[in-house]
């Protein structure tokens, strides 16, 4: 290793001095110092070489975005990010201050985090949740399924245009036609517009409630945030193995608590009049038309029904 006193002689030697005069002539005639000076005529010779460090962080940050790998192998100190410079006269001499700007990738990534934080998921894959979605594909994927698409599009054009209204979608159809694909896409459009929501698959919730009985604190943290949030998915609602006291004190207060005030949405395989049928009858109780009637009276009112024609997309590589 080269001692301090042999590294400052080199400093000292014509081949530094000429390397030094190069990397100086290339910062100098780069089009953005060029650029900047024209901007800025107050930039002094004095100003420019104040601030050299500052001025080729400048330039080899821009010029790596000019061939940008990715923001996985970006290049840059600070990743995804570039330095730009602001010019100020502080006490008659102009002044450079370096600060540092997230790149558009950068920014994609960012939005994407920040919708991520507004959707929760309860036994639906998150994979579900993070898949990119194509509006053109998604309406070409199956025909069959267009007009129920185009219903599930308006919904999100007017609630973009509008605001949140208290009604929602009750999606039905048969086994693997994308319901639930849909749901996830209208979620992930909302979210961007900065709408918290959850989904919840519901075979899975109503099992899982029975051990949560144990754990009070945590099945009200559940419901609070089931109540709270602005758009509620139901999934697969029709598939569980219901008991009353999950019906009427845990689905009714939900509900009770949300009709009037936020959407909720609902996929299931059957269409409303036979979820009614499956919401009066409970493994422990049996029939019970009234209350399954009782429930239905805060889902039937507050969404509309979509019919969604199509063929089974499930074993496909990409889920539908």
């Known amino acids: ?32 110092v060029l650029r900047l000076k024209a901007e800025h005529p107050e930039l002094d010779e004095q100003a420019i070489n104040r601030n050299l460090s ?20 970006c290049p840059n100190d600070f990743q995804g990010h570039f330095s730009s410079l602001d010019i100020q006269t502080v006490n008659g001499k102009a002044e450079i201050y370096e600060r540092k700007t997230p790149c558009a990738l950068q920014i994609s990534r960012m939005n994407e985090e920040q919708i991520k934080k507004r959707v929760r998921s309860f036994y639906v894959d998150e994979r579900a949740l993070e898949e990119g979605y194509n509006e053109v594909e998604i309406m070409s994927k199956d025909r069959l399924r267009a007009p129920a698409v185009n219903q599930v599009f308006r919904y999100i054009r007017d609630t973009k245009e509008n605001g949140l209204s208290p009604r929602g979608l009750y999606l039905t159809g048969s086994f693997g ?26 075979p899975d919730f109503v099992e899982d409630i029975k051990s949560m009985l144990q754990e009070s604190a945590k099945l009200k943290e559940s419901i609070e945030v089931m109540k709270h949030c602005d758009l509620l998915i139901f999934d697969d609602i029709g598939a ?10 845990v689905l009714g207060s939900i509900l009770n608590f949300r009709m009037n005030r936020k959407p909720t949405f609902y996929t299931s395989n059957y269409r409303l009049d036979g979820l009614e049928q499956h919401l009066s009858f409970t493994s422990k109780d049996g029939e019970e038309s009234h209350k399954g009637q009782r429930l239905m009276n805060r889902i039937a009112p507050f969404v509309d029904e979509v019919q969604l024609f199509g063929e089974n997309q499930r074993g496909n590589m990409r889920r539908s």
């Not at 500052?54 to 192998?73: A, M, N, V």
């Not at 569980?240 to 004190?249: A, C, F, I, K, Q």
Request: with cysteine; net charge neutral; aromatic share 8%.
């Open 240 to 249: 569980e193995n219901l008991s009353p006291w999950v019906r009427d004190h």
């Open 177 to 202: 036609t994308g319901k639930t694909f849909l749901m996830c896409y209208l979620l992930h459009e909302l979210a961007k517009e900065g709408h918290t929501g959850v989904i919840v698959y519901m």
């Open 54 to 73: 500052r001025i080729y962080q400048y330039t080899k940050d821009h010029d790596h975005c000019q061939h940008c790998p990715g923001l996985e192998r």
């Open 1 to 32: 290793m080269e001692s301090l006193g042999q590294l400052l002689d080199s400093m000292k030697s014509p081949a530094f001095r000429r390397r030094s005069d190069e990397l100086l002539g290339r910062i100098l005639s780069h089009p953005l």
